[in-house]
């Protein structure tokens, strides 16, 4: 039991932000994450940048390149995860690319994301036709490979899906990027039913989302939301980034 | 053994393979059995081999460049990929996929560029096919392959600059890929050349194939042999379908495969774009294959003069016969290039297109393994009219 099967356990509103790793700044993530966690957030998702994000819009194509930038490697993002847990539980997630995963080593990647506390892995462009080696190696550590799964999945591999991820799986929310306006009519009611119905595990959904009343009718249907884009538009000259995340999550948390 | 590959998952052994995000998985199934099935089907053949005869005007000459024999001393044959219609073998390619795009009732095309002749040609095959056409073009190319992107906008394509990373094909390739995952119900990609996910490595090939299967033919008329094969084939390397394409015929040959690929400033310096020379084993856009990166496992931003060849990864399938050996890869620099490009317009009247002078001028590099009186066969992919802004910047010129 990792502590990501711990936290979903309970069925209750759950907000998940993506945070890239080293954006704004170097300094940032650890305190970043800390407010998150007093804040309210039920996990975290840090997304390990890559030059060439394919699953991403504008928005966190610039933040993963700044933070290249700024030195951001996986080294230094396993570090990052080391030091905030000596102050805190809260489960954390990996996102990225299949490549620098690669160049890192696979196995030595998996190995040292156990010994950092990390908790699961989600890899968009990593489907399950590619992901058996990583899937197997993910559970020999400990880590739950978070599986993806989209508008367009057919519910019999929906359910296949969420059987070879185990633990969680991760529902995009629209046929598009990250950054892009969700789904606003019953389209993604009726998928996120169909994914509540076939799926074996719980699931989480993201891409779109920003709004308390988001969070609220996803949460109703599904197991959590994850906040991406939109943490990194409301950044702004008048606070700190630490204080712009612990503000957004209580906003999005519905108690401001 | 006899070559067979890919196997039934889009593996070339380590390369190949889908990388790619769960939202186009159900694109490329439907792609992959519909192409399978269909390439074996008599209507399916007979449409496309019609369209590339009437069409295209195929088959292209395989012509005896006597006077840059005369040079060498040894003889050289070019393969006419650039008497196509629109200027170079990428027809080859958007023919077929347009056929398969129209089959699978897809009212909007894609694609990338970087020279501009694939998104000629798709946009040329679109506008045949009334289909929607949008291309994406690094704002680099766009620069200084300004003539195609006119042919384009003249052919009724919308030509989007992408502005992101070295603003070349790998960039226009990623945005690409992000219209597709939005568009996917509607929209079709037509990848240009054998990169991409499976099953568009091994489609592309076998659209291409084409070029070497004429070439063998016309070869062996040209000798009045039924049996006699050349000694060396040789082509330039961007993402590698025109190499492809001639080598794949002669696969199970004794016939030296020679690819050539844009070595830049110099593969010791870092502008260049020779992925099988400096590049190691990743993951880009798709597939597993050589790739430039850092240590870290970040896109290098690659360099060539031309366009076409300016991308930091290659085809699986190149790598494959890298990695056992059937075939060759080298390198030449812009220079070098360039050199070849005047060569070959005054010693024989033919402009070439820059990415297909590095195949001409591997002919003049010392070492290169041929021997007098050999056969060699170019690919001359493509004609060079978009490349001669580029030419009079490089040379100082005003036009
Ligand atoms: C004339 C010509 N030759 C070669 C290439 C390189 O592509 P490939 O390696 O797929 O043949 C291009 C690409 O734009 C081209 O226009």
Same mark, same amino acid.
């Given at each position: 039991?990792?502590r990501?099967s711990?936290i979903?356990?309970?069925?209750?509103e759950?907000?998940?932000p993506?945070?890239t790793a080293? +954006?704004?700044?170097l300094?940032d993530?650890?305190?970043?994450v800390?407010?998150?966690e007093k804040?309210?957030?039920?996990?975290?998702?840090i997304g390990?940048?890559?030059s060439?994000?394919?699953?991403?819009g504008?928005i966190?194509?610039k933040?993963?390149?700044?933070a290249?930038e700024?030195?951001?490697n996986?080294?230094?993002?396993?570090?990052?995860v080391?030091?905030?847990?000596?102050y805190?539980?809260i489960?954390?997630?990996?996102?990225?690319?299949?490549?620098?995963?690669?160049?890192y080593?696979?196995?030595k990647?998996?190995?040292e994301?156990?010994?950092?506390g990390v908790?699961?892995l989600?890899?968009?462009?990593l489907?399950p036709e590619?992901a058996?080696?990583f899937?197997e190696?993910?559970?020999?550590?400990?880590?739950?490979?978070?599986?993806?799964?989209a508008?367009?999945?057919?519910?019999?591999r929906?359910k +296949?899906?969420?059987?070879l991820?185990?633990?969680?799986? +991760?529902?995009?929310s629209?046929l598009?990027i990250?950054g892009?306006?969700?789904s606003?009519?019953n389209n993604?009611?009726?998928?996120?039913q169909?994914v509540?119905?076939?799926?074996e595990?719980?699931?989480?959904?993201?891409?779109?989302?920003?709004?308390r009343?988001?969070?609220r009718?996803?949460?109703?249907?599904?197991?959590g939301?994850?906040i991406g884009?939109?943490?990194?538009?409301?950044f702004n000259?008048?606070?700190?980034?630490?204080e712009?995340?612990?503000n +957004?999550i209580k906003e999005?948390?519905?108690?401001? | 053994?006899?070559y067979n590959?890919?196997?039934?998952y889009g593996?070339?052994?380590?390369?190949?393979?889908?990388?790619?995000?769960?939202?186009l998985?159900?694109a490329?199934?439907?792609l992959e059995?519909l192409?399978v099935?269909?390439?074996?089907?008599?209507e399916?053949?007979?449409?496309?081999?019609?369209l590339?005869k009437h069409?295209?005007g195929r088959p292209t000459p395989?012509?005896?460049a006597?006077r840059?024999?005369?040079?060498?001393g040894?003889?050289?044959f070019?393969?006419?990929?650039?008497?196509?219609h629109?200027g170079?073998?990428?027809?080859?390619?958007?023919?077929?996929q347009?056929?398969?795009?129209k089959?699978?009732?897809?009212?909007?095309i894609?694609?990338?560029?970087g020279?501009?002749?694939h998104?000629?040609?798709?946009?040329?095959v679109s506008?045949?096919f009334?289909?929607?056409c949008?291309?994406?073009?690094?704002?680099?190319?766009?620069?200084?392959q300004?003539?195609?992107?006119?042919r384009?906008?003249?052919?009724g394509?919308?030509?989007r600059s992408?502005?992101?990373?070295?603003?070349?094909l790998k960039?226009?390739?990623?945005?690409?890929i992000?219209?597709?995952?939005?568009?996917?119900?509607?929209t079709?990609y037509l990848?240009g050349?054998v990169v991409g996910p499976?099953?568009?490595?091994?489609?592309v090939?076998?659209?291409?194939s084409?070029?070497?299967?004429?070439?063998?033919?016309?070869f062996r008329?040209?000798k009045k042999?039924?049996?006699?094969?050349?000694?060396?084939?040789?082509a330039?390397v961007g993402?590698g379908?025109?190499?492809i394409?001639?080598?794949y015929p002669?696969?199970?040959?004794?016939v030296?495969?020679?690819?050539?690929?844009?070595g830049?400033?110099?593969?010791?310096?870092d502008k260049?774009?020779a992925t099988?020379?400096?590049?190691e084993?990743g993951i880009l856009?798709?597939?597993a294959s050589?790739?430039?990166?850092?240590?870290?496992?970040q896109?290098?931003?690659?360099h060539?003069?031309?366009?076409?060849?300016?991308y930091?990864?290659?085809?699986p399938?190149?790598?494959?016969l890298?990695s056992?050996?059937?075939a060759n890869?080298?390198?030449v620099t812009?220079?070098?290039a360039?050199?070849?490009?005047?060569w070959?317009?005054?010693k024989?009247g033919?402009?070439?297109?820059?990415e297909?002078?590095?195949?001409?001028?591997?002919?003049?590099?010392?070492?290169?393994g041929i021997k007098p009186?050999?056969?060699v066969?170019?690919?001359?992919?493509?004609?060079g009219d978009?490349?001669?802004?580029?030419?009079a910047d490089?040379?100082?010129?005003?036009?």
């Amino acid at each position: 039991m990792n502590r990501i099967s711990d936290i979903f356990k309970t069925k209750s509103e759950k907000v998940i932000p993506f945070l890239t790793a080293g +954006y704004p700044t170097l300094n940032d993530t650890v305190d970043m994450v800390l407010s998150a966690e007093k804040a309210g957030a039920d996990m975290i998702e840090i997304g390990m940048p890559f030059s060439d994000p394919l699953a991403d819009g504008p928005i966190i194509q610039k933040a993963s390149q700044i933070a290249i930038e700024n030195g951001v490697n996986i080294k230094w993002i396993l570090e990052t995860v080391y030091k905030i847990r000596t102050y805190s539980e809260i489960p954390i997630v990996l996102m990225g690319y299949i490549n620098p995963i690669i160049k890192y080593g696979l196995k030595k990647f998996l190995t040292e994301c156990n010994s950092s506390g990390v908790d699961g892995l989600i890899i968009p462009d990593l489907p399950p036709e590619e992901a058996t080696e990583f899937i197997e190696k993910c559970k020999i550590n400990k880590i739950s490979p978070i599986l993806l799964v989209a508008p367009n999945t057919e519910n019999k591999r929906i359910k +296949y899906i969420s059987h070879l991820a185990g633990d969680l799986i +991760y529902c995009v929310s629209i046929l598009g990027i990250t950054g892009s306006k969700s789904s606003k009519n019953n389209n993604l009611e009726k998928y996120l039913q169909r994914v509540k119905i076939y799926s074996e595990c719980p699931f989480v959904v993201g891409f779109g989302i920003s709004t308390r009343n988001d969070v609220r009718s996803i949460n109703k249907i599904s197991d959590g939301a994850v906040i991406g884009s939109a943490i990194i538009n409301k950044f702004n000259k008048n606070e700190s980034p630490q204080e712009t995340v612990f503000n +957004y999550i209580k906003e999005l948390r519905g108690n401001e | 053994m006899k070559y067979n590959q890919p196997d039934s998952y889009g593996h070339f052994n380590q390369f190949g393979g889908k990388y790619v995000p769960e939202t186009l998985i159900p694109a490329i199934s439907e792609l992959e059995k519909l192409y399978v099935a269909e390439k074996s089907n008599p209507e399916f053949i007979s449409t496309l081999k019609k369209l590339l005869k009437h069409y295209s005007g195929r088959p292209t000459p395989l012509y005896f460049a006597e006077r840059i024999s005369n040079d060498l001393g040894f003889n050289v044959f070019l393969k006419r990929e650039d008497l196509n219609h629109t200027g170079a073998h990428k027809i080859n390619n958007a023919l077929g996929q347009i056929l398969l795009a129209k089959k699978m009732g897809k009212t909007r095309i894609i694609a990338e560029t970087g020279a501009g002749m694939h998104g000629v040609a798709t946009a040329t095959v679109s506008a045949q096919f009334g289909l929607k056409c949008v291309i994406y073009m690094g704002e680099e190319d766009i620069r200084r392959q300004k003539l195609n992107v006119f042919r384009m906008n003249l052919l009724g394509a919308e030509v989007r600059s992408v502005s992101s990373g070295s603003k070349t094909l790998k960039d226009a390739t990623n945005e690409a890929i992000r219209d597709w995952v939005t568009n996917v119900e509607n929209t079709y990609y037509l990848i240009g050349s054998v990169v991409g996910p499976h099953p568009y490595p091994m489609m592309v090939r076998d659209f291409q194939s084409i070029i070497g299967t004429e070439t063998k033919q016309q070869f062996r008329e040209i000798k009045k042999s039924t049996s006699i094969l050349p000694d060396f084939v040789i082509a330039c390397v961007g993402g590698g379908s025109n190499a492809i394409g001639m080598f794949y015929p002669f696969i199970n040959d004794k016939v030296k495969l020679i690819g050539v690929e844009a070595g830049g400033h110099g593969v010791n310096t870092d502008k260049h774009a020779a992925t099988m020379t400096k590049g190691e084993l990743g993951i880009l856009h798709g597939s597993a294959s050589f790739l430039l990166q850092t240590k870290d496992g970040q896109i290098k931003l690659p360099h060539s003069i031309s366009a076409g060849l300016d991308y930091p990864g290659v085809g699986p399938e190149h790598s494959l016969l890298k990695s056992i050996n059937r075939a060759n890869y080298f390198s030449v620099t812009d220079d070098e290039a360039v050199l070849a490009f005047q060569w070959l317009s005054k010693k024989e009247g033919i402009l070439p297109a820059l990415e297909s002078s590095h195949a001409l001028a591997y002919l003049k590099q010392k070492n290169n393994g041929i021997k007098p009186n050999q056969n060699v066969i170019i690919c001359l992919s493509g004609r060079g009219d978009k490349d001669v802004h580029t030419i009079a910047d490089y040379l100082g010129t005003e036009i």
